[in-house]
């Protein structure tokens, strides 16, 4: 079985300025890893996901994410943030057939 | 190009009162098929998934059931609603099981 946690249920950060949302998961085995991103009153879209290979992941909208297995983290990052990223970010976790998401985060752009 | 249709998009509905929620997909075959609820502080949970027609797993015991008659078709259903059946109900489809594509989603409220 596996599970999600994002240890932050909000995240305030001023305009320009960088943002790490943090996601730690647990499974018995190998995982693909995910954030999607819910902006507000639309569904969720895919922002990243690692599958296999290198770490780093690039996603859309200039946002990244470091798989650490060791440390069993996929903390999602942006240098400088803007007004339009103010949504609700979800990590999620697929070692079987079932994918899990966690509890998300959302992200407050402060002017 | 794949779709996939949710409805309705809103319901109100009293306790006690039946539910059915559809979902069908256009454009692929043999999809994954998914069914999550998003509930404000609760981020999305995974209530139903399914590999094949006919083949569901449960994934919170409840008073709600799924079913797949057919190939892409998900429905999701409850025989009596609850006050806690209230929510933001998202259909998802995934082909290899890995990336997810939400639906718009429907919002379920229970009085």
């Known amino acids: 079985a596996q599970s999600v946690t994002q240890l932050d249920s909000q995240v305030p950060v001023f305009e320009e300025a960088p943002v790490e949302l943090r996601c730690n998961y647990s499974?018995?085995?190998?995982?693909?890893l995910f954030w999607y991103v819910q902006y507000p009153n639309q569904g969720l879209q895919l922002l990243l996901k690692y599958l296999s290979g290198s770490t780093l992941v690039k996603g859309i909208n200039g946002f990244e994410a470091e798989f650490n297995k060791s440390q069993t983290s996929f903390h999602l990052r942006k240098p400088s943030v803007h007004i339009s990223d103010t949504a609700e970010y979800f990590c999620?976790?697929?070692?079987?057939?079932?994918?899990?998401f966690g509890k998300g985060t959302r992200l407050h752009i402060l002017p | 190009s794949q779709t996939i249709h949710q409805w309705p998009a809103t319901l109100v509905q009293p306790v006690g009162s039946p539910l059915s929620l559809e979902c069908t997909v256009e454009?692929?075959?043999?999809?994954?098929l998914y069914w999550y609820r998003q509930a404000a502080g609760r981020g999305l949970q995974l209530l139903f998934y399914?590999?094949?027609?006919?083949?569901i797993s449960s994934e919170v015991p409840q008073n709600l059931s799924a079913s797949r008659p057919q190939d892409r078709q998900f429905i999701l259903s409850s025989k009596k609603l609850l006050l806690s059946d209230s929510g933001f109900y998202l259909c998802?489809?995934?082909?290899?099981?890995?990336?997810?594509?939400f639906g718009a989603g429907s919002r379920l409220t229970v009085l």
């Open positions: 998802a489809w995934s082909v290899g099981g890995v990336v997810l594509t």
């Open positions: 999620a976790v697929k070692g079987d057939d079932k994918i899990i």
């Open positions: 399914s590999v094949g027609i006919g083949q």
């Open positions: 454009g692929t075959s043999n999809p994954n």
């Open positions: 499974s018995s085995v190998s995982v693909y």
